[in-house]
């Protein structure tokens, strides 16, 4: 089942090849992936797994972090965009294994995994409720998985800013939390944790903004974005709104994280209550 964001969200090969394009630049920008990682990895149960999987895994941060955790453990890094696969791998990343695939789709045996991983990289699936039954399938009983994701709101800045210049999709879109507590809830899996924390970015200018976005992958790739050159004088007019929200440490960037926790039922029929995909 897919939700309102498969109309927007940008073609799955544009996604790759974004994020492959961005891998060389990615870990020097991505000061706000590390500091949500961090956070993620911090919320983890204490538990070791045999087997965990880094869901989105980029440049293998959070591949690298479960590696240290848990030496003994298999580790499996998958990601959509080859060239992030390719850059981890040669950083070494701490990973058993590195596998270019869809969480939507994961090539993988049911029950074969502990602990699911996945930071920032569900925001770009179109459909959700594919990607955690997937989690799901592959999770052992006992199993964990946990991610963190980005909903509406974030880069509110950005889009008010743009919002008094035209009626055009200049930033990407992102869930409601609603939507994803529905689809944990659609799992059957035990919730957790489900929360929302902002965090912010301070930027010196609009340039450094942007460069930041086209580094991290993230720049507007929606569909219904404005094609061709942004003119001059409405350039101009975004740069006033935004310089309006100047704050003493730079031009905010305001990303809403949430966090999500569940947990596969050790018992056969526990949570049966919930719907079962
Ligand atoms: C913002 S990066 C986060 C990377 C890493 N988890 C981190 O915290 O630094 C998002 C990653 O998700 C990957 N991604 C996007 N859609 C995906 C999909 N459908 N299946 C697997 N990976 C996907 C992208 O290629 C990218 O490497």
């Known amino acids: ?12 090969r544009q996604v790759a090849l974004s994020f492959s394009r961005a891998a060389a630049q990615y870990d020097g920008a991505a000061l706000l992936q590390r500091q949500v990682a961090d956070r993620l990895l911090g919320r983890l149960p204490l538990q070791d797994p045999q087997r965990w999987l ?14 240290r955790r848990h030496p003994q453990a298999e580790g499996l890094a998958l990601d959509l965009a080859p060239g992030m696969l390719r850059h981890a791998r040669t950083q070494g990343a701490g990973a058993r294994h590195y596998l270019t695939a869809d969480a939507e789709r994961l090539p993988l045996r049911d029950a074969c995994c502990d602990l699911v991983l996945s930071s920032l990289a569900l925001q770009w699936c179109p459909d959700l409720h594919a990607v955690l039954a997937e989690a799901r399938r592959i999770l052992r009983p006992g199993g964990v998985l946990a991610f963190s ?3 509406e709101g974030t880069l509110a800045e950005l889009r008010q800013s743009w919002a008094q210049v035209d009626d055009q999709v200049h930033v990407n879109r992102f869930r409601r939390q609603a ?7 659609a799992t059957g899996l035990q919730v957790l944790a489900l929360d929302v924390e902002p965090e912010r970015l301070h930027f ?3 340039r450094a903004l942007t460069q930041h976005l086209k580094a991290i992958g993230a720049h ?3 569909q219904g974005r404005p094609q061709g050159l942004t003119g001059r004088q409405r350039l101009a007019a975004f740069t006033r709104a935004y310089e309006s929200l100047r704050q003493p440490a730079g031009l905010p960037a305001t990303y809403q994280v ?10 056969k029929g526990c949570c049966a209550s919930a719907k079962r995909r």
Not at 1 to 12: E, H, I
């Open 204 to 206: 010196p200018d609009l």
């Open 179 to 185: 939507a994803y507590a529905d689809a944990a809830a």
């Open 54 to 67: 880094d869901l989105g895994s980029g440049t293998g941060y959070c591949s690298r972090a479960l590696a």
């Open 149 to 151: 994701s980005l909903v």
């Open 258 to 267: 949430i966090h999500v926790l569940l947990r596969k039922s050790l018992f």
């Open 220 to 222: 507007n790739l929606n």
């Open 1 to 12: 089942m897919q939700d309102a964001m498969a109309d927007v969200l940008p073609d799955k």
